[in-house]
Nanobody, 118 residues
Framework: QVPLVESGGGLVQAGDSLRLSCAGTGSTFSIETIAWYRRTPGEQRELVAAINSDGSTNYAGSVKGRFTISRDNAKNTVYLQMNSLKPEDTATYFC????????????WGQGTQVTVSS
C-alpha cells in the first residue's frame, strides 16, 4: 500500500475557508471509506470526517456544519471543504483509510498544515 497524498493547507485568518485534497491511487480507492484526521503537537490524531463508498458521511462534532467531505472517484480524490475556520482548527491534516477503531490501512503521509490566525 502507498500513502495517500494530502494538499491544500495554508495560513488563513479566522472565518476564512480552505479546501484540502487527498489523492489516492489504485483500483480500490473508489470503494474505500476515506477519512480526514488532524493532529496538533502533543495530541493524538483525531478523526475529523469520513466518507463511505456510497457517499454517506460523518463528522466530528467540532466541525459539523462547517466542514464538508466529498469525493470524486473519477479523479481518485477526496476533498475537505473547511469554512468558518477557527484558530482551534489549526493542525496537520491527514487522510487515510480507516479499518476499525484507530487502525488505518495505509502508511501515513506527510499531511498538510492548516494554520488559522485569530
Amino acid at each position: 500500500q502507498v500513502p495517500l497524498v494530502e494538499s491544500g493547507g495554508g495560513l488563513v485568518q479566522a472565518g476564512d475557508s480552505l479546501r484540502l485534497s487527498c489523492a489516492g491511487t489504485g483500483s480500490t480507492f473508489s470503494i474505500e471509506t476515506i477519512a480526514w484526521y488532524r493532529r496538533t503537537p502533543g495530541e493524538q490524531r483525531e478523526l475529523v470526517a469520513a466518507i463511505n463508498s456510497d457517499g454517506s458521511t460523518n463528522y466530528a462534532g467540532s466541525v459539523k456544519g462547517r466542514f464538508t467531505i466529498s469525493r470524486d472517484n473519477a479523479k481518485n480524490t477526496v476533498y475537505l471543504q473547511m469554512n468558518s475556520l477557527k484558530p482551534e482548527d489549526t493542525a496537520t491534516y491527514f487522510c487515510n483509510v480507516p479499518v476499525g477503531g484507530t487502525l488505518v490501512s495505509r502508511p501515513w503521509g506527510q499531511g498538510t498544515q492548516v494554520t488559522v490566525s485569530s
